[in-house]
């Protein structure tokens, strides 16, 4: 039952979520005028006038057509704004409503750089509460709450008409959370705010409807079964003003599972037939999953199982179409590709103002050179000028010097979205924890103004818990940065006993992740299969990092055009000593130049991309180890093997 409130929560927010709540216009005029009318701009805000008037006062019968319509026509005029309206559309009511999760989140995904463009902020925390909805559906609650928060720290301003209904859908997908997570204060609290804004803004019946939803689902959850009874069945009195099946359908995900907890299976069965049989009327796989699901539920419980296979069966099926492996691989791409955007976006502006500190310095530059030459040419004239004439060419090396060390520097930014990547994850808990801290503290201190004490010891347990997850994700990401520094920074060239696994695991991985951000189309699949018993051995951790990151960085180039592109590390200890291969499935070296490739100088790279000291300098490093380098390669890949003695 959990996962289908996750699944149903988007149904109740998302009919306002996409465009925001606007006054019914007449549909038949809206219509008539849309026929009358060949002008691409006035028919996409006709059509989204339409589609406004079904999802905000018709229920969830959208026409898709009038959608693909706005799109092709954002398409054709090529405008960011109606873009972003138009995707927002397509991964609401084209894709998300039918359960299709992973396209969904695509079309959030493409429309979310368009709003930021125009930093519209209705739009942007419109598409993060959507998202959060997707998330919920799939059981990420963090992920849900992340999201949210993010929609959160992008509200319009007090001044714009949809502030309040815009804190409206964050407080409601709070809500969600709290339940979730089944703390019942928080829950509470937000269901209270929630509810004071939209008895503020006069939304209406369905609004007060779903505040019946979720007192009675609140109080269920505090184990109050009477109180919850009592706001479930005013809710139950409304379902014939009710129009919106959406509101529906988040009130029996909660309702339904209240009835099964008091064996009311009776009436179980009844609304969820209902649920079930509209589900196939408006072709909506989340109601289908909805009604199978809590059908195959209530037939277990009094004990048919013959109805209660049928059901699982058909649960099943829908269940699979909704949440398959591919979809998930879909998303978890698409998370990572929005990643990468935003590290490419803040490298983007990084290298702008590398550049214009570069052109100030080339003009500095050339400042110096005129002032030289002016010096140079009065030498000829005046003899004092000489000392004039040496300041400035001093000037001039010192610049050079300059730009060279600023080349150097940007240099290390190739690095920056491997380690990146790495500390992204500890740092997203160290965010989302300490916020969550900070609204704890609020409502403790509200608390202790009261005088709760009992309240207050159990919001300080709340934050404790926040803190020591805190340090320990905070400690994950100094142990990631210090790692990664010991094995950047240049050394004395001192053996020391190192773990070759992890060195090999980390610049496996920094590698992948650093191409990835230099060119946001490489895509390859890699695997280290590393010995557990391995030894530590005595080497320069440094140099030999630098051998694997050479080798690894050469594996993933030399499969990049192949079909499926593989790159794989493994680690070996035998009599001889340590073994490391690094293989890759690419085209292979030919025979003819086998011999040559750890020549000094020697590259099959293009003129301008690579030095051919790579491979030689490794070789003399494995060398000045005591150890060997080989290559083993044909038409199916290649392998490059070091062996390092262990004494």
């Known amino acids: 039952m959990k996962t289908i409130k996750k699944l149903c929560l988007f149904l109740f927010v998302l009919q306002f979520n996409v465009l925001g709540f606007s006054q019914s216009r007449n549909l038949d005029s809206l219509q008539t005028e849309l026929s009358q009318t060949r002008d691409n701009v006035k028919r996409f805000d006709l059509l989204n006038s339409i589609l406004l008037d079904y999802t905000s006062y018709r229920g969830y019968n959208v026409d898709s057509l009038a959608i693909m319509e706005m799109h092709q026509?954002?398409?054709?005029?090529?405008?960011?704004?109606?873009?972003?309206?138009s995707?927002?559309?397509?991964?609401?009511?084209?894709?998300?409503?039918?359960?299709?999760?992973?396209?969904?989140?695509?079309?959030?995904?493409?429309a979310l750089p368009f709003a930021?463009?125009?930093?519209?902020?209705?739009?942007?925390?419109?598409?993060y509460f959507d998202m959060a909805l997707v998330f919920f559906s799939m059981e990420d609650k963090l992920k849900a709450l992340e999201v949210t928060r993010k929609g959160g720290r992008n509200l319009p301003n007090k001044e714009h008409p949809l502030y309040e209904f815009m804190v409206a859908q964050y407080e409601a997908n709070m809500v969600e959370y709290f339940i979730a997570e089944k703390n019942v204060?928080?829950?509470?609290?937000?269901?209270?705010?929630?509810?004071?804004?939209?008895?503020?803004?006069?939304?209406?019946?369905?609004?007060?409807?779903?505040?019946?939803?979720?007192?009675g689902a609140v109080n269920a959850l505090s184990g109050k079964v009477k109180i919850a009874d009592s706001y479930f069945e005013k809710g139950l009195a409304m379902q014939d003003s009710i129009q919106n099946l959406s509101s529906q359908l988040y009130f029996f995900s909660y309702y339904l599972p209240f009835l099964f907890s008091e064996n009311r299976a009776i009436e179980g069965l009844f609304h969820s037939g209902k649920l079930l049989k509209s589900g196939f009327e408006n072709n909506n796989n989340n109601m289908k999953l909805a009604?199978?699901?809590?059908?195959?539920?209530?037939?277990?419980?009094?004990?048919?199982?013959?109805?209660a296979y049928y059901y699982s069966r058909m649960e099943a099926q829908i269940n699979a179409d909704m949440f398959s492996q591919d979809n998930k691989n879909r998303i978890e791409s698409l998370l990572l590709n929005d990643q990468l955007r935003r590290i490419e976006e803040k490298n983007r502006a990084e290298m702008y103002q590398s550049k214009l500190k570069q052109y100030v310095l080339l003009t500095g530059l050339g400042m110096?050179?005129?002032?030289?030459?002016?010096?140079?040419?009065?030498?000829r004239e005046k003899q004092k000028t000489n000392e004039k004439l040496e300041t400035a060419l001093h000037d001039l090396k010192s610049t050079q010097k300059q730009l060279i060390q600023a080349e150097k520097m940007a240099s290390l930014g190739e690095l920056t979205a491997g380690i990146a990547h790495e500390i992204q994850n500890p740092l997203n808990f160290v965010n989302n924890f300490s916020e969550l801290s900070a609204e704890l503290i609020d409502e403790l201190n509200e608390e202790v103004e009261k005088g709760d004490l009992e309240e207050v010891r159990f919001i300080s347990s709340d934050i404790k818990k926040n803190l020591e997850k805190i340090t320990h994700h905070g400690k994950r990401a100094d142990s990631i940065v210090k790692g990664m520094l010991a094995h950047s920074r240049v050394g004395k060239g001192e053996k020391e006993l190192t773990n070759i696994n992890s060195l090999a695991d980390e610049y496996l991985r920094l590698s992948y992740h650093g191409l990835r951000a230099k060119d946001k189309d490489f895509n390859a699949e890699f695997k280290a299969e590393l010995d557990p018993d391995l030894p530590k051995v005595n080497v320069i951790p440094q140099d030999i990092g630098r051998v694997l990151?050479?080798?690894?960085?050469?594996?993933?180039?030399?499969?990049?055009?192949?079909?499926?592109?593989?790159v794989q590390v493994s680690t070996k200890h035998s009599e001889s000593g340590?073994?490391?291969?690094?293989?890759?499935?690419?085209?292979?070296?030919p025979e003819n130049i086998k011999d040559k490739i750890f020549q000094p100088f020697f590259t099959t790279k293009p003129t301008g991309q690579g030095t051919g000291l790579g491979l030689s300098l490794s070789y003399d490093i494995v060398k000045a180890h005591g150890g060997t380098i080989s290559v083993d390669s044909s038409h199916a890949g290649t392998t490059f093997t070091i062996l390092i003695p262990t004494t």
């Open 116 to 127: 930021e463009k125009l930093n519209d902020k209705r739009r942007i925390s419109s598409i």
């Open 73 to 85: 026509i954002a398409q054709e005029l090529n405008s960011d704004s109606l873009k972003a309206i």
């Open 291 to 307: 009604g199978a699901s809590y059908l195959r539920q209530f037939y277990e419980a009094i004990n048919q199982k013959d109805s």
């Open 368 to 379: 110096v050179l005129l002032i030289a030459l002016i010096f140079f040419r009065t030498m």
């Open 549 to 566: 990151l050479n080798l690894i960085n050469n594996a993933f180039q030399a499969c990049s055009d192949a079909e499926k592109p593989l």
């Open 578 to 589: 340590i073994q490391i291969s690094v293989s890759d499935n690419g085209p292979g070296i």
């Open 87 to 110: 995707y927002n559309w397509l991964g609401s009511y084209f894709y998300q409503m039918k359960g299709d999760n992973a396209s969904a989140l695509e079309y959030y995904f493409k």
């Open 185 to 215: 204060d928080s829950a509470f609290y937000y269901v209270k705010r929630s509810s004071a804004y939209t008895t503020n803004l006069n939304f209406g019946t369905s609004f007060n409807y779903t505040d019946f939803t979720h007192l």
